[in-house]
């Protein structure tokens, strides 16, 4: 097995999905292991850090990548299983940012009420215990175990486009979602020779929906498995997990994100029991389940599942999924 | 404690929430047994009817009900603590209806394209195993485990409004969310004097989102213990389970539904724990579960939970749903 | 021509369309002379006068009616023709309301941000200029024609329901649209035997959107006539003037308020112009003008308009419309 | 004045806004001359080409340019003025294309309808006339006055992004509006060294919301004035004619394209008046046209005018416009 490392200098960030050429090239079946900087690309370090001063827009969400994929094919499916997710320092960083987030008037829901105010939050990770602490203003803390994932996993646009890394598409990118944790496959169709897929915007924790904008943003040390399907690309990202099988819709208003999220998994169930879609429908009303992502981004995003345990068995994408997670048993 | 038992004859089923006079009046801290009639009104007992042809609209979702409540005022809170939700057939049915449902153009979401086809399923109980059979077209069979909870839960509107059994807003109303089955309590905020609630809709399972439009519609037997909470009375219906407290939001777009719901829950996390609006705003990023309940009804519903094992402990009003789970085991 | 004259006193006003028995019956054919008190019901009377003092919600609003039209069924079609609408007074009233209109969060657009100030603004009326003046803090005065129109104008619901006097939908009520102005007739289905119109909510003017929630809100003396056309009930209000044809939809989000009355207007220029719906569409396409209405009220609406001069000779509603003109001139 | 005149070969059509090298350079003050394809890339020219045959997606919507402007910086105002947009050939064409445009489902407002039927419309023109003719399947006929616009006019956009030119944003690009005749001056902010503007997608005639996806499409000879701003960019695209001053929004839901045209329209009208925002409010409310532009591409786009007639004496970006307009005349 092949076995990338790459650590990214800060010039070597990419701050798009497309629109940069590769950082490294991998072959289908190494294993990447990388570090990747935090959403603020670390320029959030204290409570006295506030955003309007110490971000430097448009550079956030820096991306670890892009990794140039051997024999990837516009078409192709691309599977990258994250064997692990872990935190990368001892802190992370949260903050409220002046006309973002999911309650307040942004740029696009513009309103003419006054912004709501600036505040860091900095979160102290203890290992042992495997929690984040969020302290309130009055003293109060709370301890809230961690569950690290990437906000951000995506390949290059198709039409030419590049977009920023603060965009959630069909390409993937900041989805946003916590169910991108370590242990399952994300399978997302490839757009460009190369498929050119970077990740970043690590979370030590994240609730659904991402209210003000931001979780607990930490940096990460991630090991994953690539694999490469020819052909089979997927319309919106998918993930597989041990227990589930999820499609991730992203579009505005929110429930297009739902609604194409849902059409796409139609089609998946449809495909994998060999029925109709108009029972595939009916089935899916049955037993999805539909976690929202975030409610934050440029797109919205929102998360169909359906649980394996429910269904009778089934082998996606011809049982990637169990076959990586075997090879990263190997891993460890 | 007072125990009132009510079977609707068909013509006292109500189609709307408010502007019906109660069929009974109980007093807080009443037992209630009911039974309900599924959303199509029993219309539906075959996989030969079919919504066109065998429904007669608007008579769907009737509702048992409306109960005044004795001393309840506006302003006041209603707590419904569902004690028990059990299937009172051996069937239950599904249908995809002509511009209904969420993955279809509608009379709002207006298109110019043919409507889906008209289907009905019928789901056989299999009580022994807690489970309804989907059976596909082509004779595919899945065993789905039940898990009973009532679409419509309400209250009478405020601004001398009535409205259908098909609507979900403020006023609780068509949720059609799976987290209200046995063992939660359901605070409500009171519009006029009796509150004058009802309850119908019961879905032996459905998925979130109800994408079809239609859940595993079918008539239950259920018990609940009726509480008044003077004052207090939310903005939006929250739900209270062992391990979580949740808020309903119901609106269009669906993330006005989310907004909803998340603001609700940002003001209730500010007085529990006794941290500033900005701080619950933090937290709640981080500690939210957003399942969606409902995307194909008049209003979208959309869920927010936050569970209380990641809090310290909190007493939601003042531990009404300790004391409501204390006396349903003395019911049972 | 029978000739009805109503002025409600205050305990007269209706608050809803539906819910409340009629104050008078006209037949069809009759000329109806009726006073509207103003959206504020009059309590908006100087500057000082602010919305949350002043106002006693939800009694804003009042409606001039419910009218019982003889012979009307369901299914029919209620046309009023707006033979003038003129200032009942000299000023009117305009007002930010906290947490409502089109540029601020709401209880739906719910965000945590604080409230737009209160403000109240009074439009000083000259008639022999026809105009009201807008005065600026700073003094700047600026003067406006005056276009006068109603806000409301609607039916009883179907469905049972009761909606209250600040919600448009398929019934009319209150949609907001300059559009509404003498000169023009409004086609209505007809939900309830009698149908059960009203009208309030005059404006002095008002611009497309109606972005603060709140237009040059005055009291108005109008006369209309009354007809009714059996049968042909359109599902969306159309309004006819001497150059357009019109249908206003309403609806959250925006694009679905949009969208109900494009497919009205498809189906509607199909069955005038004897061709397909997909050319309807494509000839829609080519020739609609699409105005706002309100982006403030519970549903939102759009106006979907075509040129007569654009079409062949067409008779809407056999002619009604100019029918109506006609005997409007005999009333002057 | 300097004379650019450019006709790109089909080789040389830019697809987005951002990310291709210039065609060439112009200085502020130059007169440009061009020629643009139609946004079928002159693919459809029969009703037997349908799109899904004839079209080579995503290669749709060509633009000419861009052009780099001499000493255009971020945050500067490039000013575009229309001198002439003429038909380049005696024929257009509008289709109606599966799963994209207004009334129907897409692959966002994803449902699982059968697509609309493709059909192709020729629309021939009437130079003499000054009309292009509709025709139906059952032969009828309608003469429509033509008024020729662009579709596309756009800059590169910020943030690194390269965007289809299919996507309308603050970067202008497809904002279809109708507004976008001969005699108005666009004004843009610039994001990139050189602005990099480009234009395309001319339309014979266009409605407003562009209900069907496509116009009548066809090739144009355009004529433009070039000129330069140092500072003041706005956020969002505005258009001023010699009667009105407009803003155009680009966002989903299409109430957020509106508030996006108002609240620029708000800040707009306190800095032409001097008066504060909450007045400006008001008096938008009072004043606002809102025609919509497009409700069928990636963003929808809604149009804010106010009337100069209804306003003191204002000069918005100094004169800019006026300025252009008297330079336009010695070009003709």
Excluded at 31 to 38: A, M, P, Q
Excluded at 278 to 293: H, I, K, M, S
Aim: glycine share 10%; hydrophobic share 40%; proline share 8%.
């Amino acid at each position: 097995m092949d076995v990338v490392e790459f650590r990214p200098a800060p010039e070597q960030y990419a701050w798009t999905f497309g629109g940069v050429p590769p950082v490294a090239r991998v072959t289908p079946g190494s294993l990447l292991k990388v570090w990747t900087e935090d959403a603020f690309a670390g320029r959030i370090r204290s409570t006295g850090d506030l955003p309007t001063r110490s971000l430097q827009m448009p550079d956030v969400n820096p991306q670890t990548g892009p990794f140039h994929v051997e024999g990837a094919e516009p078409g192709d499916t691309l599977a990258l299983h994250f064997v692990s997710i872990e935190p990368a320092r001892d802190w992370a960083a949260s903050t409220t940012i002046p006309f973002f987030g999911g309650l307040t008037g942004t740029d696009r829901t513009a309103t003419l009420q006054e912004p709501l105010p600036e505040r860091t939050w900095i979160y102290h990770l203890d290992r042992a215990k495997g929690t984040v602490a969020f302290e309130a203003s009055n003293g109060l803390v709370i301890e809230l175990p961690i569950d690290p994932m990437h906000g951000t996993v995506g390949v290059a646009p198709p039409a030419r486009e590049v977009r920023s890394s603060l965009v959630p598409d069909t390409f993937g990118g900041n989805m946003d979602t916590p169910e991108m944790r370590a242990g399952v496959t994300c399978y997302l169709g490839v757009n460009v020779p190369g498929a050119l897929f970077s990740i970043g915007d690590g979370h030590y924790r994240q609730g659904e929906g991402e209210a003000c904008g931001t979780a607990v943003e930490g940096a990460m040390n991630t090991t994953l498995l690539v694999e490469l399907i020819k052909g089979r690309g997927p319309a919106w990202p998918r993930i597989e997990s041990d227990d589930e099988i999820m499609v991730v819709g992203s579009a505005r208003p929110l429930e297009d994100a739902w609604r194409a999220s849902q059409v796409e998994m139609v089609g998946w169930l449809a495909e994998l029991l060999g029925i109709d879609r108009l029972d595939a429908y009916q089935l899916l009303t049955q037993v999805a389940r539909c976690p929202l992502a975030n409610v934050c981004d440029t797109n919205y995003s929102a998360v169909t599942k359906v649980a394996k345990a429910l269904l009778p068995p089934v082998r996606a994408f011809d049982g990637m999924h169990s076959y990586l997670r075997e090879q990263a048993k190997g891993t460890m």
